[in-house]
Structure formats: structure tokens, C-alpha cells
């Protein structure tokens, strides 16, 4: 092992939690469930590898996925005779913590996924490879059809090290028979219109609670903080401005819907834990969820999810900005190992149009190039094609290289503004203070 990359993973095992990774596969919290074929040197990039290179590659994912998964690198790999590719399916709870060890140990698989609540980590300390040189210009690659948003939760310092390979955006999802009995607003466009919504339905119809969300309401109130020009880090990530007039008002609107008894905490007012049961079971009108939730309203729910719709334009405070949570996976590899032309020709196969489509068609999340977006697939699944008309209004839920502090302290004191204990400016002004004095 080289002086430099000794070096490199001291600095990276000293500043990786072990709760990194967080992404689609885990972006549902309290407040929401805490649930490429051959390229051959085309479609993929280049086949110019060492003669017999081993890629290990590891990701997380239920059955489908790791099936799907499977498929492609197995023809990749008898497509690519100069290559032997390895795969390893972690569970998603154990991932984390498992590439962690392995870059401490020098052992990390070649190509993996990465979310984009990990990559800061990964990206400072140099544990990444840049993978612009072998994407930028490439031959039916067609690198410029990724969205910008998604590529930049993957990038630092004007380099590119990881290749997002689907996403979803947190919607609100609306249940528009509901609305209609109600006589009120199926698309409303504020958050004043949107409240009168609701109690048009708790007033007109038999649901008590048309809204509902988590005790730790992450994906629920970031969104509401960006819509209403707030921010929950400063931009350049150096401190925590989450104590702002704007964040507080976020937290206030929301909380004032429960005290009026327009909404309620899953699990305590009503009894499904989380948006698609919530939806489901018409215990609530409206939910925000991403593309997680479409399986099991579709498979579980059939008739019901086909009076939902996901609200676009999203409804905003009055003179707010649109905007909405994005999670994202990338495809990225090791800068440590020793087959770095090979471990990028596979990022190039796993994340070009044949091979991203390959898994997205599946409708479990959105993929992240545009072109696949406006496929025709999508006009009669109107749940997907509802979320990805939100891709371009969508932010990556990142917050720097201490990602996991911040979102941990910040939700920490929020579920003490939602049980009562404290008033939303404390509870906001609190965690700023916090994360100020003790992680920045």
C-alpha cells in the first residue's frame, strides 16, 4: 500500500460515520416509511481492460433489484472476456457500515452504489474516482441527458464522482375524489389554498385527518423551508440557518394544521405508520411520498391509487419558490484500487440509457437521464410520471460532510415542537445553536 493511500483512508475512516448512507432505498423515515444489459464498448464506453481484471461491485436492494442487477453484470461480464465480475447484495441496514469497514481495510469493492447523504465523506478525503475523463465526450454515452440537480449531489471541487442511476422527488400526493366530494380545489397552488382544501374535506367529508405526517417530519418540512425561502445549512455548508424566520414559518404552517386538526402524526392519531397505508386506507386526503409508495398502492390499494394524483405545481407560500426533496443513488468506484478504465467502463454500462432503463422500467424509481423521462412509458402511469415532472424543481437531500449530524439534530428538536415540549422557534433555534457550537 502506498504512503498516499494510507493517508487516504486514515482521513476517510475518521470522518465517516457509521450511519453514512442514506438514499432512495432508505428515504423514508418517522414521517414516511423507514422502507444495463451489454454495452460492449459502446453504449458503455470502452472494452480496453487488463486481461482478466476481477470487479467486485456491491449494492443494496430487495429481490427485483438484485435480480435486475444480477442480469446486467452477468452480460456485461460474458460480453467483456477480459473482465471477471463479482457481485455481493448487502442488506440495506448493514451497508453503511460494511463499505465503511472495507475502505478501512483496504478491501472495498471496485463499483458500488453510493447515496448522496454518503458522498461528501467519500468525495473529500480522495476515496472516490473522478470519473469525468471517461464520461465527458464518450461515445453513445450522452453524459448531457443526466439532470444537472442529480449529477451535482455527486460532485466536488468541479469533478464528477459518481453517476446517478434513478431518483424520486418527495410529491405531495392528493387524493382528488376526496377533494371533489368536498367541492374544494383539486390542484391547489398555496399553502393558504391547500389548508382550505383540507378543511373543505374535514368539513364535507368523513375524513378526519385529510393530511398527515411523521414525528420527525423530514421529508415533509425541508420541503416547506426551501418552498418558503429557507435554508437548513448556509450555502456554502460552513453553518446551520435553520433558526431563519423562513424555517420557522415552515414549522409553524405545519403544526398549526395539527392543532387545528388538519393533519395528524402517523402512528399516533392515525394507525398507519407511514404515507401509503395513510393513503391507501383513505385514513388522509394528502401525503408527501415519492415513488417508494407507488408499489404498495398499486399492489395493495388498486382501487384507491387511482384517485390519486401528485400535485404539480407544488402549493407554495405566497411569493415562495418551488421546490421539493430529491433522493438519488449513484454508481460510483474506488480511486484506490488498480482497475480504474475498467471500473469505469462498468459505471458507464450500469448508468447509459440501455442500462439505467433496464431497472427504472420497473417503476420502482425514476431514472436520471431525461430522455428516459419522456418516454411514453410513463404516460399511463400517471403516480411516476406526476413525480418526474417535479426532477427539475428538485434539490438532493444533502447537507455537507456532516450530513447525518444535521439532519439527526435538526429532526431531534423538531419531534420536541411536535409533541408540545417546545415552541417552533426554540425547537429550530435550538438545533442551529447546537449544530453551530458542536459540529461546525
Given at each position: 500500500?502506498?504512503?498516499?493511500?494510507?493517508?487516504?483512508?486514515?482521513?476517510?475512516?475518521?470522518?465517516?460515520?457509521?450511519?453514512?448512507?442514506?438514499?432512495?432505498?432508505?428515504?423514508?423515515?418517522?414521517?414516511?416509511?423507514?422502507?444495463a444489459t451489454n454495452t460492449s464498448g459502446k453504449e458503455g464506453g470502452s472494452n480496453s481492460t487488463t486481461q482478466g481484471e476481477r470487479l467486485n461491485v456491491a449494492s443494496w436492494g430487495g429481490d427485483v433489484e438484485s435480480d435486475i442487477v444480477t442480469s446486467?453484470?452477468?452480460?456485461?461480464?460474458?460480453?467483456?472476456?477480459?473482465?471477471?465480475?463479482?457481485?455481493?447484495?448487502?442488506?440495506?441496514?448493514?451497508?453503511?457500515?460494511?463499505?465503511?469497514?472495507?475502505?478501512?481495510?483496504?478491501?472495498?469493492?471496485?463499483?458500488?452504489?453510493?447515496?448522496?447523504?454518503?458522498?461528501?465523506?467519500?468525495?473529500?478525503?480522495?476515496?472516490?474516482?473522478?470519473?469525468?475523463?471517461?464520461?465527458?465526450?464518450?461515445?453513445?454515452?450522452?453524459?448531457?441527458?443526466?439532470?444537472?440537480?442529480?449529477?451535482?449531489?455527486?460532485?466536488?471541487?468541479?469533478?464528477?464522482?459518481?453517476?446517478?442511476?434513478?431518483?424520486?422527488?418527495?410529491?405531495?400526493?392528493?387524493?382528488?375524489?376526496?377533494?371533489?366530494?368536498?367541492?374544494?380545489?383539486?390542484?391547489?397552488?398555496?399553502?393558504?389554498?391547500?389548508?382550505?382544501?383540507?378543511?373543505?374535506?374535514?368539513?364535507?367529508?368523513?375524513?378526519?385527518?385529510?393530511?398527515?405526517?411523521?414525528?420527525?417530519?423530514?421529508?415533509?418540512?425541508?420541503?416547506?423551508?426551501?418552498?418558503?425561502?429557507?435554508?437548513?445549512?448556509?450555502?456554502?455548508?460552513?453553518?446551520?440557518?435553520?433558526?431563519?424566520?423562513?424555517?420557522?414559518?415552515?414549522?409553524?404552517?405545519?403544526?398549526?394544521?395539527?392543532?387545528?386538526?388538519?393533519?395528524?402524526?402517523?402512528?399516533?392519531?392515525?394507525?398507519?405508520?407511514?404515507?401509503?397505508?395513510?393513503?391507501?386506507?383513505?385514513?388522509?386526503?394528502?401525503?408527501?411520498?415519492?415513488?417508494?409508495?407507488?408499489?404498495?398502492?398499486?399492489?395493495?390499494?388498486?382501487?384507491?391509487?387511482?384517485?390519486?394524483?401528485?400535485?404539480?405545481?407544488?402549493?407554495?407560500?405566497?411569493?415562495?419558490?418551488?421546490?421539493?426533496?430529491?433522493?438519488?443513488?449513484?454508481?460510483?468506484?474506488?480511486?484506490?484500487?488498480?482497475?480504474?478504465?475498467?471500473?469505469?467502463?462498468?459505471?458507464?454500462?450500469?448508468?447509459?440509457?440501455?442500462?439505467?432503463?433496464?431497472?427504472?422500467?420497473?417503476?420502482?424509481?425514476?431514472?436520471?437521464?431525461?430522455?428516459?423521462?419522456?418516454?411514453?412509458?410513463?404516460?399511463?402511469?400517471?403516480?411516476?410520471?406526476?413525480?418526474?415532472?417535479?426532477?427539475?424543481d428538485g434539490r438532493p437531500f444533502l447537507f455537507g460532510i456532516h450530513h447525518s449530524e444535521v439532519v439527526d439534530t435538526v429532526m431531534s428538536e423538531v419531534e420536541g415542537a411536535v409533541t408540545g415540549a417546545k415552541s417552533p422557534d426554540a425547537a429550530l433555534k435550538d438545533a442551529e445553536r447546537q449544530l453551530n457550537s458542536d459540529v461546525f
Amino acid at each position: 500500500m502506498s504512503k498516499n493511500r494510507s493517508i487516504s483512508r486514515r482521513r476517510l475512516v475518521s470522518t465517516i460515520g457509521a450511519s453514512v448512507a442514506a438514499g432512495l432505498a432508505g428515504c423514508s423515515d418517522s414521517s414516511d416509511r423507514s422502507e444495463a444489459t451489454n454495452t460492449s464498448g459502446k453504449e458503455g464506453g470502452s472494452n480496453s481492460t487488463t486481461q482478466g481484471e476481477r470487479l467486485n461491485v456491491a449494492s443494496w436492494g430487495g429481490d427485483v433489484e438484485s435480480d435486475i442487477v444480477t442480469s446486467i453484470l452477468e452480460d456485461y461480464d460474458s460480453s467483456n472476456p477480459n473482465v471477471n465480475v463479482k457481485y455481493q447484495n448487502i442488506p440495506f441496514g448493514e451497508y453503511s457500515t460494511k463499505l465503511k469497514t472495507q475502505f478501512s481495510g483496504g478491501t472495498e469493492p471496485e463499483v458500488f452504489y453510493l447515496a448522496s447523504g454518503s458522498a461528501p465523506q467519500y468525495m473529500q478525503n480522495s476515496a472516490l474516482l473522478a470519473l469525468d475523463s471517461y464520461v465527458e465526450n464518450s461515445d453513445n454515452y450522452a453524459y448531457d441527458d443526466i439532470l444537472d440537480n442529480l449529477l451535482s449531489a455527486f460532485q466536488y471541487q468541479g469533478k464528477t464522482y459518481g453517476i446517478p442511476k434513478d431518483f424520486t422527488p418527495v410529491g405531495l400526493f392528493m387524493n382528488e375524489s376526496h377533494l371533489e366530494e368536498a367541492g374544494a380545489n383539486t390542484s391547489p397552488e398555496t399553502w393558504s389554498g391547500f389548508r382550505s382544501a383540507l378543511e373543505a374535506v374535514k368539513t364535507s367529508t368523513d375524513v378526519e385527518y385529510p393530511f398527515a405526517f411523521g414525528s420527525r417530519p423530514r421529508n415533509t418540512l425541508v420541503q416547506l423551508i426551501w418552498q418558503n425561502g429557507g435554508r437548513i445549512l448556509s450555502e456554502d455548508n460552513s453553518e446551520c440557518v435553520v433558526g431563519s424566520t423562513a424555517a420557522i414559518e415552515a414549522l409553524q404552517y405545519l403544526l398549526d394544521l395539527r392543532s387545528d386538526g388538519l393533519a395528524a402524526i402517523y402512528g399516533n392519531e392515525i394507525s398507519p405508520t407511514w404515507a401509503a397505508p395513510s393513503l391507501g386506507k383513505e385514513r388522509v386526503t394528502a401525503a408527501m411520498t415519492g415513488a417508494w409508495s407507488i408499489s404498495t398502492l398499486k399492489e395493495e390499494y388498486g382501487s384507491v391509487s387511482d384517485s390519486l394524483k401528485v400535485a404539480n405545481p407544488m402549493p407554495i407560500p405566497n411569493g415562495g419558490q418551488q421546490s421539493t426533496i430529491v433522493f438519488t443513488t449513484s454508481w460510483s468506484a474506488s480511486a484506490q484500487q488498480e482497475t480504474k478504465q475498467a471500473s469505469a467502463a462498468l459505471v458507464k454500462s450500469l448508468t447509459s440509457k440501455e442500462g439505467m432503463w433496464k431497472w427504472t422500467k420497473t417503476g420502482t424509481a425514476l431514472p436520471a437521464r431525461r430522455s428516459l423521462l419522456e418516454k411514453d412509458f410513463y404516460d399511463d402511469r400517471p403516480l411516476l410520471n406526476g413525480l418526474g415532472n417535479l426532477a427539475d424543481d428538485g434539490r438532493p437531500f444533502l447537507f455537507g460532510i456532516h450530513h447525518s449530524e444535521v439532519v439527526d439534530t435538526v429532526m431531534s428538536e423538531v419531534e420536541g415542537a411536535v409533541t408540545g415540549a417546545k415552541s417552533p422557534d426554540a425547537a429550530l433555534k435550538d438545533a442551529e445553536r447546537q449544530l453551530n457550537s458542536d459540529v461546525f
